[in-house]
């Protein structure tokens, strides 16, 4: 694990879409909810309203007991009383409001989390293999929770735009000159926040792409847990684990100064806003008492009400600036997704249905001609897979064998159909022959089901593990689970009937030994591919003992009499199990036919053949010279 960033680096801190961009992406998954939402909308803005005649009311309470004196006790209580109700009014409307706001939040976070899961689903293999499964968790969720969050926020914002719109119309209608002066201030610090909100929504940016390294780099530790133990990476973990963090600190640290003086310029500024609105109100009215126009007393209810306005309109400010940091985050983290959102996604190539259809033919025939495949990350230059061609029967077994790193791994993908190649062409018996790279993935997406090399097994029980695959025509049913664990020899440690199905398995199946792991997810391959006429395996057998291992294919190859198998394997005393052979070498296939054949005439598989033979025999010269020399030695 080393400190750059493969994905979601620097390029990913970018603001898009200014304010708008939230409500746009609002507006769209709101769809089919958009009238709960415009009703809370409504409701929520009519308990602001209601909200701004209160200080009307408290101030006209003020003025009557500075005129009447005591004899306005009456009157002011009223006036005090309507205060209560204006209040309880506002209530009928905010509650059922945020009701109303919250369920669309809930609605909008499932459709996004479903959203961008189904997104991952439908990008290539390859894609996935270029991103971080921990990154790409954290952009999920982040993502989701933003939107949904922004969503139940809306109150807060309709109710700052009406506290900061009412008491300036208020103002402006006890006095225009006082309104405008009010409008100018505002305007100032409002310029003022969103400046130093730009700078922290990217510093936010910087801060999430070094919170998901870290969150990747934590899901590597406890994922690897026996690793780390056992080689003793925890001092070297925990350092990286330090360092990553340090890097989430940095934007933090300076996002920490800019808020604190964007704090101190708003509160300041408010404050000396609202004295000074104060004071002009009050200038202005002695003005007029001493040129003989208007008031010859200065009425405390009048300069309450301005100095309440004002310092509300002064509030909504500095809640406009908390509000508009918190904006500025869930922009920030919504747009985290922004990567799986333009992640490029290829339209499948329009092809007709009966193409897409599993093969039912018995006889059918792959002949796989000039396959060029590079993967999209590689290290060199030369295709990973280069100018491959080969040919497939259905019914038939193939060994597929080369030294490590060959290509056989990814030639079984393209032939899955997981890796779209970069130039391929397919004759077969039962189709018309295919020659875009697309079609041909679709095809055999839709005939082929590959058993990967890794057992990833999820947390649950097995029952649960072996319903996770599907067959093409769906997921198989439970009567098969039995079958295919006696197939897969999983009925050597776990009985094949339900109080079996229903043992645990934990996370990454760590309960269960390597070669047990291969066979329960040999046991999930064997229902994925009752229907596909072309079933891979990539070295399913490499964990097991030779007689488990013999015991497997024989099984395999019985339960699976018309499928054409191809399984890639390192052992070669399994060869006289298949009827062909396919060597690969250097991402070349430099020979196909059977074993004898290729004994005779393939100087590649004689090599392959040897090596395997003389490992094969050192060994068993070791193991019968040792305990000659230990007896030599003890004499
Ligand atoms: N996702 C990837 N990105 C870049 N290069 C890759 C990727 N996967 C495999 N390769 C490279 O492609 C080449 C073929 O790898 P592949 O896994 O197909 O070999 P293999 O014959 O199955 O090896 P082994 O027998 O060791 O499993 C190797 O050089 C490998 O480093």
Redesign the pocket.
């Known amino acids: 694990m080393s400190d750059s960033s493969p994905s979601g680096g620097p390029a990913a801190s970018k603001i898009r879409g200014g304010v708008f961009y939230l409500y746009q992406h609002l507006w769209a998954q709101s769809q089919g909810r958009r009238r709960q939402l415009l009703g809370a909308v409504v409701l929520l803005l009519t308990a602001q309203c209601v909200l701004l005649i209160v200080p009307y009311f408290a101030g006209r309470a003020i003025n009557t007991l500075q005129a009447d004196g005591a004899a306005g006790l009456g009157s002011a209580g009223l006036w005090l009383s309507l205060v209560v109700v204006a209040t309880a009014i506002s209530w009928l409307f905010h509650g059922p409001g945020r009701l109303l706001e919250r369920n669309v939040a809930l609605e909008i976070r499932r459709r996004i989390s479903g959203g961008l899961f189904d997104r991952l689903l439908s990008l290539p293999l390859?894609w996935h293999?270029a991103n971080h499964s921990g990154v790409t968790t954290h952009r999920l969720q982040q993502s989701s929770s933003a939107l949904s969050a922004f969503t139940q926020s809306q109150f807060i914002y309709l109710s700052s735009a009406v506290r900061l719109v009412g008491p300036i119309v208020a103002l402006w209608l006890l006095q225009p000159i006082v309104g405008m002066s009010a409008i100018v201030g505002f305007v100032i610090i409002c310029v003022s926040v969103v400046t130093f909100d730009r700078a922290m929504i990217r510093l936010a940016h910087r801060e999430n792409d070094a919170e998901r390294r870290y969150n990747a780099a934590l899901l590597d530790a406890l994922g690897n847990i026996t690793s780390v133990f056992a080689l003793r990476q925890t001092r070297a973990i925990t350092e990286l684990l330090q360092r990553r963090l340090e890097a989430v600190f940095a934007p933090l640290r300076r996002s920490i100064v800019l808020n604190e003086a964007k704090w101190c310029t708003v509160d300041v500024c408010s404050k000396a806003l609202s004295c000074s609105l104060v004071a002009l109100f009050a200038w202005l009215a002695v003005r007029h008492t001493s040129t003989g126009i208007g008031q010859t007393t200065i009425m405390l209810g009048s300069l309450y009400m301005v100095w309440e306005y004002a310092s509300q309109a002064g509030g909504v400010i500095s809640a406009f600036a908390s509000h508009f940091q918190t904006f500025a985050r869930q922009h920030a983290d919504f747009a985290s997704a922004d990567t799986i959102r333009d992640a490029e996604l290829k339209a499948p190539e329009p092809m007709s249905p009966e193409l897409l259809q599993p093969s039912s033919a018995d006889s059918e025939y792959y002949m796989v001609r000039d396959l060029v495949f590079s993967?999209?990350?590689?290290?060199?230059e030369r295709p990973?897979l280069n100018g491959v061609s080969l040919s497939l029967q259905q019914g038939r077994r193939y060994a597929l064998i080369?030294?490590?790193?060959?290509?056989?791994?990814?030639?079984l993908r393209v032939l899955s159909g997981l890796y779209e190649a970069d130039r391929i062409a397919v004759d077969r018996r039962n189709g018309p022959a295919l020659v875009t790279p697309s079609a041909v993935a679709q095809m055999l997406r839709a005939n082929a089901t590959l058993v990967p090399?890794d057992a990833e097994v999820l947390e649950g029980t097995l029952a649960e593990n072996l319903a996770l695959c599907a067959t093409h025509a769906g997921a198989p049913t439970e009567q098969r689970y039995s079958e295919a664990m006696n197939i897969a020899c999983v009925s050597d440690f776990v009985p094949a009937d339900a109080s079996g199905l229903n043992t645990a398995v934990v996370e990454r199946g760590a309960n269960w030994s390597g070669g047990q792991r291969a066979r329960i997810a040999l046991a999930r391959g064997v229902l994925a591919a009752a229907d596909s006429n072309l079933v891979l395996f990539?070295?399913p057998t490499a964990s097991l003992d030779s007689r488990t291992e013999a015991r497997v294919y024989d099984n395999l190859f019985a339960a699976l009499p018309n499928s054409c198998i191809v399984s890639?394997i390192?052992r070669l005393h399994l060869l006289e199990r298949f009827d062909e052979v396919i060597v690969?070498h250097e991402?070349r296939v430099v020979a196909q036919g059977p074993a004898p054949l290729l004994a005779a005439t393939s100087p590649d598989f004689r090599q392959l053949l040897a090596m395997y033979r003389q490992d094969d025999r050192s060994q068993q010269s070791r193991i019968e010279g040792a305990p000659a020399a230990q007896a030599s030695a003890a004499a």
Do not use: I, N, V, W
């Open positions: 390859s293999e993967h999209p990350g590689a290290r060199s990973t080369g030294g490590s790193g060959s290509g056989k791994s990814t030639l090399q990539d070295e890639s390192h690969m991402g």
